[in-house]
């Protein structure tokens, strides 16, 4: 089974610093890579999406994924306490017909 | 708006009940994805579907079923409800193969007592 590894936390933050959350894949021939937000008793919404090598910028968020580490990263800049949540790393599978999930790691921002 | 509606939102079960878990989505997406997540873990994919009478097994398919008649459904049977499988189920569908993201339903918050 392939795998994705994350760091479950909590990662601490308080409000305004940069919050980083890491994420290792196991399956070399993965393509596409996501970061889902789940606040907690909701749903996983979709935040980043990732498919080449370097950096992604989309507001605060900036994904940066490393295909040859096998590596996949979401920074939050300017963390707020509205980013306190659950964040799931996840990549396609080999036949890109389905998600793979990580275990998540919870944030936590503080006022 | 719909996107993904699943029905119930939470449910209790007797060991040994069965039920179905109901997904439809408006979004004429052809993938559809049943997920289950227990506390503090990530989702782990139950059965999946790649397009109308086509369904695959996921990571953790045993004492589940599913099918998928038309585009817009895809329910999830349980047969012989046991403990271990309380959970959140989510179901999730998405446009293509790879490049393309899944959007998830409200979930159902299942207990088997």
């Known amino acids: 089974q392939k795998e994705v590894e994350q760091n479950s936390g909590p990662l601490s933050v308080p409000e305004g610093a940069i919050a980083s959350l890491n994420c290792t894949y196991s399956d070399r021939v993965s393509q596409s890579f996501f970061w889902y937000r789940q606040y907690s008793g909701k749903s996983p919404e979709l935040i980043m999406s990732?498919?080449?090598?370097g950096d992604k910028e989309d507001g605060r968020f900036t994904a940066q994924l490393n295909k040859a580490s096998q590596y996949v990263s979401l920074l939050i800049r300017d963390s707020q306490p509205s980013d306190s949540a659950t964040y799931l790393c996840a990549v396609n599978n080999q036949a890109g017909t389905a998600l793979i999930f990580g275990k998540g790691t919870t944030l936590s921002v503080s006022s | 708006n719909a996107g993904v509606t699943q029905t119930p939102k939470f449910r209790i079960l007797k060991i040994g009940q069965s039920m179905t878990l109901q997904c439809a989505q408006d979004?004429?997406?052809?993938?559809m994805y049943w997920y289950r997540q227990d506390p503090g873990m990530g989702l782990k994919l139950i059965y999946y579907s790649v397009g109308a009478g086509i369904t695959d097994k996921g990571e953790v398919p045993n004492g589940y079923n599913v099918s998928r008649s038309t585009t817009e459904d895809f329910p999830l049977r349980l047969e012989l409800a046991a403990p271990s499988q309380t959970s959140v189920y989510f179901c999730a569908s998405s446009p293509k193969q790879g490049h393309t993201e899944a959007f998830f339903g409200q979930g159902t918050r299942l207990t088997v007592v």
């Open positions: 979004m004429n997406h052809n993938y």
């Open positions: 990732i498919y080449s090598n």
